[in-house]
């Protein structure tokens, strides 16, 4: 058993360390927000981030990070995206201190705005090498609110060195939580981050009304554009087949929990890009994600139909309707599907 650091108590980092806790870790869960750290110390909850949950009394919530971070083995970061690399900013001076090198993980999903780097790519610009073991990704078909109430649920924890990547696994297995090992740290970031883009798109259809037929064409087409741009950058294309790709796809444009699903659901009924941000305090990572990748499309030369829709409805004033996209993508010329032989 070790010290585990859990840097963001949202939804999702609050589930986590309530794993990690049960599985009788030391675990210190960090938050910038004082209201909710003293709720998570007296009451064991947050009710609202992870509401109805009771979390194991033993986990200690700490709006200081010096504290959070110190003579931990593993750092856990999951903030959103665009908030890693100020988090990882103050992150590093404090790891210059620790007497062992912890193990960095991230569990958040999302390309960062203006760089369009992935996650780990930010992590290891910041941090200073010396001071950390390596950097693991946990991935995959896990929505906070299942976790939280012990629904078997089945992750992926993909690092460059296996032998880290497998602590990760070590740490968070039990009987309802399950995770692989995978050394495809770009397959499963860049799957993890593009399934919130085809998770808004299912959304849309869902609240326009559309039926089964059409969620389960843009789930696959979807698929599709995920890995010509994955591979494209590096990726195994097997990843996509795997938990962080077409799994997280799955829950993620399958499910009422999902953030992204129900941000689509608002741009459905009308609301703009800035509407729903502000409607939906929880974060939206598909939204800001959609601009990353579709300019990442456009400098590798990739097709990317649904993401490109998406983009020119959010981000442009060509004023094109949901309905029109939807037109437009199913007009536009014949294609022949994809095979493994091109
Ligand atoms: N909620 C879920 O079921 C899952 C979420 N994720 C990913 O985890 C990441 C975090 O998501 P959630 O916990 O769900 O988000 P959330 O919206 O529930 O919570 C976000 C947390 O980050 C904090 N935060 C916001 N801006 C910050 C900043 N600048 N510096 C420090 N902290 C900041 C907020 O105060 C809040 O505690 C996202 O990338 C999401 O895609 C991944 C798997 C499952
Ligand atoms: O990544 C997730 C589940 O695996 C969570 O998705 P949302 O951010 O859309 O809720």
Redesign the pocket.
Known sequence: MMKIAV?????????LAKVLSENKHDTVLW???QT?IDEINQTHTNEK?LPNVSLPKKIKATTSLSEAVSKAAMIIL??????MR??AQELNPLLEDQAQAPVIVH????LEMNTQLRISEVLTEVLNKDNYQDIVVL??P????E?ARQDVTTLTAASENLEVAQVVQQAFMNRYFRVYTNTDVIGVELG?ALK?IIAVGAGIISGLGYGDNAKAALITRGLAEISRLGTARGADPLTFIGLSGVGDLIVTCTSP???NFQAGTLIAKGYSRAEVSEKM???V?GILTVKVAYELAKEYGIDMPITEMLYLALYTDKKISVEDAIESLMLREGKQEESLDK
Do not use: L
């Open positions: 840097i963001g108590s949202g939804s999702w980092g609050t589930a938050g910038r927000k909710i981030y999951v903030v959103p995206t665009n908030a100020q988090m569990a958040s999903k999302g991935s995959g896990s929505h906070a609110e976790v993890g919130n929990h999902s953030r305090f929880m974060v990572e």
